[in-house]
């Protein structure tokens, strides 16, 4: 299984960036997702996730409203759209798939390399 994130940057507050995650080694749709993130001298912390059929997502209170969580699993691909980006949001992020396609999964087997995201006016 290897999974390759894409689409960071250097952007102002307020402005917007939408991550990729593109899959390939196993049926996308039977395995759930989620995306990570881990700034300097934190740990890493999650952020969203989507089960493999795109029906459940989670999302924690520091970014619920403005991040949005999707899939095409015709593509292959797990998608972060992130709005209002503030400072706080700098940080690599990652996305993680399971070895299991249990939902929701007891851990997160594969990584991916990241992707930087800094948040900077």
């Known amino acids: 299984v290897q999974l390759v994130e894409s689409g960071g940057g250097l952007v102002q507050p307020g402005a917007s960036l939408r991550l990729s995650c593109a899959a390939s080694?196993?049926?996308?749709?039977?395995?759930?997702v989620g995306w990570f993130r881990q700034a300097p001298g934190r740990e890493r912390s999650f952020v969203a996730a989507i089960s493999g059929s795109g029906k459940t997502i989670h999302y924690p209170d520091a970014v619920k409203g403005r991040f949005t969580i999707s899939r095409d699993n015709a593509k292959n691909t797990v998608y972060l759209q992130m709005n209002s980006l503030k400072p706080e949001d700098t940080a690599v992020y990652y996305c993680?798939?399971?070895?299991?396609?249990?939902?929701?999964?007891?851990?997160?087997?594969?990584w991916g390399q990241g992707t930087q995201v800094t948040v900077s006016s």
């Open positions: 993680a798939t399971p070895a299991l396609a249990s939902w929701p999964p007891p851990g997160y087997d594969y």
């Open positions: 080694g196993r049926p996308p749709s039977r395995y759930g």
